[in-house]
């Protein structure tokens, strides 16, 4: 990212691949307890940083990845990127499009590339919206503002409850808030992870077909890689393997409670 005005000047932290002292993907930061989920997808530190400090100052946890390929691993932890689209090893615009192929989470052109041409290919991309620089950090929280409210969690799955509390188990499922406990404890789920796992516990005692799956959550995106991701994911927030099941050419069910 080329720059915003004043403290807006960031982006994901870290530099191209080989640079003592830096990872292609930074964790978010301690300090960033609630908020929203953000990963920076910016190569140049000068940018990424003051962004996610600027972020997490403002109640949000930052994480940053610095190239494209470090984007498309880490994106499933997040609620929103903010997407440089220079790159040192893919085109922004190809990251966008390969994002957009599996996953709906909102996508933030944030670009130094500003013709109307350039608006016009990051939009039919999959951006959610885009943002030239420079540009100001008012103007960078009222447009991640618009986009979240516009992004709305799937509706209610067939035959699934429609609200209120799934339990299952120690595990506790708020659809209206759209939070999970496990024995008490939150569980730091991405949206499609809450989705998934409602998803699932809503056909407790029932396999749910891999095909079922991809349609709920991924509104029919099919890729399997990316539904067994998020199933190891949950498995590993869950602390264990016997959360979630595996039918072999069926698909997946809630283990026994």
């Known amino acids: 990212m080329r720059g915003g005005q004043g403290e807006a000047r960031g982006g ?3 530099v191209p691949g080989g640079v003592p002292g830096r990872a292609d ?10 908020g929203w989920r953000v990963l920076v997808v910016e190569s140049d530190p000068a940018e990424a940083d003051p962004l996610m400090r600027a972020l997490r100052r403002h109640g949000h946890r930052a994480a ?24 040192p ?18 996508v933030i052109a944030v670009t130094s590339r500003d013709s ?3 608006r016009v290919l990051g939009l039919r991309a999959g951006a959610d919206d885009y943002l030239a620089k420079p540009y100001g950090l008012q103007e960078l ?19 699934g409850p429609g609200g209120g509390v799934t339990a299952c188990g ?21 949206p499609k992870e809450f989705d998934l796992l409602h998803l699932l516990a809503a056909h407790r005692g029932g396999v749910v077909p891999r095909k079922l799956l991809m349609q709920e ?13 998020h199933v190891c994911s949950l498995r590993n927030k869950l602390g264990s393997g016997d959360w979630i099941l595996t039918v072999r050419g069926v698909g997946f069910q809630i283990g026994p409670r």
């Open 141 to 159: 929280m009222a447009r991640m503002e618009a986009v979240m409210r516009r992004f709305r969690p799937h509706a209610p799955v067939p035959g």
């Open 116 to 118: 109307e041409l350039d």
């Open 170 to 190: 120690g595990l506790r499922i708020d659809t209206e808030r759209r939070r999970a406990t496990l024995a008490g404890r939150p569980l730091d789920l991405t």
């Open 25 to 34: 993907v930074v964790p978010v930061g301690a300090e960033g307890g609630g």
């Open 64 to 87: 940053g990845a610095v190239t494209g390929t470090a984007a498309l691993r880490a994106y499933g932890q997040a609620d929103l990127v903010l997407l440089d689209l220079d790159l």
């Open 12 to 14: 994901p932290g870290g």
């Open 217 to 229: 959550v991924w509104a029919g995106s099919w890729s399997r890689r990316t539904l067994d991701t």
């Open 89 to 106: 090893d893919l085109d922004g615009l190809e990251v966008c499009r390969s994002i957009r192929r599996v996953d709906d989470i909102p």
